[in-house]
């Protein structure tokens, strides 16, 4: 306890690098709960839960949150909610959390909302969430996994999206970015052909705030902004199951 | 191995035999040639690995370990005879009579057998292998169960839409049975957990590793853990379900163990008696349906 008084320096990055692409269907020995009950999220959100009663739960989910920027963009942005980073590289999901620690040292009452996890994002998430509970999902610049065999790698797929829809409540948003034409329209592809999502128009996008960040905000995209890259933009809504069971 | 009772007849399989017996006699069917060659491993038969029988025991289906499907029905003839793309982990019947067919890497597919063509539509997917599958008998629902600690309910035949998860479990999922909106599943963990499947609730639980000679568990945990697997419970196997008035009857097998633990679970207070234990002496599967089944290499 005696750290959180002093003042925190922000983490340096280059101490963090890992090899960029981890196999996310390989056994690794994650820690995770065996049921969302059992998820102690106050650890994670001290200064906005007092403890497990609390009722605010995480809304907001960054799936592959890389070095956190998209976190630290949203955090004042929206205070009421909670926000999560899940990141499989333990080394990057280590920096995220020095770098909130650090950003909360630094700014007393700030960046309380914020917080990122290490797991296995393919894997887990009905672990930590209940059915319905995210508004909104983020999945910015994707590993493309261009191999052919690799495919069922990508976090988008046609199975996975069940898993999405599940955790997400209907009028939910997924937003995908990614500078990779391809992958871009594989994922508009699955996310069409999905029947619990829907995408929405330019006119949709134009009175959300969020998108303008999406393109930057996080180190991905400023990598792609240094190199003049392309960017391909698509978001989608979470519907009703248009099934009806006779 | 598998038996099961089906209607007058006890069904089981042997290598790549069907075997059929009945009061008055005993029938041994060897499957036909599988459709096409490319799909074979280089065998020229595989051995039966599941075999399942429709609700309305019209039908029984048998899967290989070389991916071929047959289908026969009650005059034990051929119906259907096809490959699919990837070795099969379970297989079982949707009330209407279509297949559903679950392979290794945790795809589960849907054949309609009535179709003059056989394709196979996906319904859903897993990250692990799917260790057990089936529709309830509503046909609302189709539940599927991993090597994780999985158990998925789906709306069926929408399958896209996930009802619920059904977690708590530590260990793989290995069986899974419904009765009315309740489920029951059994897991390398060493407990049978009881569900509301509709909301995921867990709503009873049997730790059968209670049951059993504590060095046994002891012994097997120790031999995994030189091999740096860490366990703390003896796998279940097997689980049968059969329910009478009020009370569940579950026969557990477990691993190594050469008997067959019996319990019953009050249906409304999930309050749980041990019955008794059958001593098999030798490894066994079984079948619970008003009779219970017991099969050995040796014998019925
Ligand atoms: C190309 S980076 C993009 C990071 C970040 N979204 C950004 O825009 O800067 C993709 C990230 O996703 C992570 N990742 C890949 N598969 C994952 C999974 N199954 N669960 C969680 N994170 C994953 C990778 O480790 C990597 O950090």
């Known amino acids: 306890m005696s750290e959180s008084n002093e003042v925190l320096p922000l983490p340096q990055k280059r101490y963090y690098r890992q090899r960029a692409h981890s ?6 020995s994650f820690e995770y709960p065996k049921h969302p009950n059992f998820m102690k999220w106050s650890v994670h959100y001290p200064g906005v839960l007092e403890d497990e009663s609390c009722a605010k739960k995480v809304e907001f989910l960054d799936v592959g949150c890389g070095y956190g920027g998209l976190l630290v963009t949203l955090s004042p942005m929206f205070p009421e909610n909670l926000i999560l980073g899940l990141e499989i590289r333990v080394k990057v999901s280590d920096y995220v959390v020095d770098r909130i620690k650090a950003l909360r040292s630094q ?56 898993e999405y829809a599940y955790v997400l409540g209907i009028n939910g948003i997924v937003y995908t970015i990614t500078d990779v034409k391809d992958l871009h329209d594989w994922m508009v592809k699955h996310f069409t052909e999905h029947p619990l999502f829907e995408r929405l128009t330019s ?11 999406l393109y930057a905000s996080s180190e991905e995209g400023q990598k ?3 190199n003049n890259g392309d960017k391909f933009l698509a978001v989608f809504r979470r519907i009703e199951d248009p099934y009806v069971n006779d | 191995m598998v038996v099961k009772n089906w209607g007058q007849c ?22 036909p040639e599988a459709q096409s060659c490319e799909n074979r491993n280089g065998k020229e038969h595989g051995n039966i690995s599941n075999l399942c029988i429709s609700k309305d025991s019209s039908l029984i289906a048998v899967s290989t370990e070389n991916k071929q499907i047959v289908v026969f029905n009650k005059q034990l ?11 099969s982990s379970q297989i079982c019947f949707t009330p209407d009579n279509s297949l559903i067919v679950a392979d290794k890497t945790g795809d589960v597919y849907l054949y309609n057998l009535s179709s003059e063509i056989i394709s196979p539509l996906l319904l859903l997917g897993h990250m692990s292998v799917v260790l057990d599958v089936l529709v309830t008998d509503c046909g609302k629902y189709i539940i599927t169960c991993d090597r994780d600690e999985k158990i998925r309910v789906s709306r069926f035949p929408n399958s896209y839409n996930i009802q619920s998860f059904c977690l708590g479990h530590k260990e793989f999922v290995i069986a899974l049975k419904t009765i009315g909106n309740k489920l029951i599943s059994a897991s390398g963990d060493g407990t049978i957990k009881c569900w509301d499947y509709i909301n995921g609730n867990e709503l009873g639980m049997i730790n059968v590793n209670e049951s059993i000679d504590k060095q046994d568990i002891h012994k097997f945990c120790e031999e995994m853990n030189s091999e740096d697997i860490e366990v703390s419970a003896l796998p279940i196997t097997d ?11 579950i026969g557990v097998s477990l691993f190594q163990q050469e008997k067959l633990l019996l319990y019953s679970m009050n249906s409304e207070s999930f309050k749980v008696e041990f019955c008794k234990h059958i001593f098999v002496n030798s490894s066994y599967c079984f079948d619970l349906s008003g009779e219970l089944l017991i099969l050995t290499p040796e014998k019925l």
């Not at chain 1, 196999?23 to 690794?28: K, L, Q, R, S, T």
């Not at chain 2, 689980?239 to 009857?249: A, W």
């Open chain 2, 10 to 31: 006890i069904v089981f399989c042997s290598g790549h035999q069907l075997i059929i017996h009945n009061a008055e006699k005993t029938e041994t069917i060897t499957l």
């Open chain 1, 23 to 28: 196999n996310p269907i390989a056994d690794h």
């Open chain 1, 203 to 213: 006119e949709d996008l134009d009175t959300d705030i969020i998108i303008e960040k």
């Open chain 2, 239 to 249: 689980m049968q379900l059969h329910s009478v008035d009020t009370h569940f009857f």
């Open chain 1, 224 to 226: 792609v902004s240094r």
């Open chain 1, 107 to 162: 700014n007393p009452g700030e960046y309380q909302n914020i917080a990122c996890l290490r797991t296995n994002a393919m894997k887990y998430l009905p672990n930590y969430f209940k059915k319905g509970q995210l508004k909104k999902i983020f999945f910015l610049y994707p590993d493309p996994h261009f191999k052919k065999a690799k495919h069922k790698w990508r976090v988008i797929n046609q199975c996975l999206l069940a």
């Open chain 2, 77 to 87: 003839i051929v119906v259907k005879n096809f490959n699919v793309g990837r070795v």
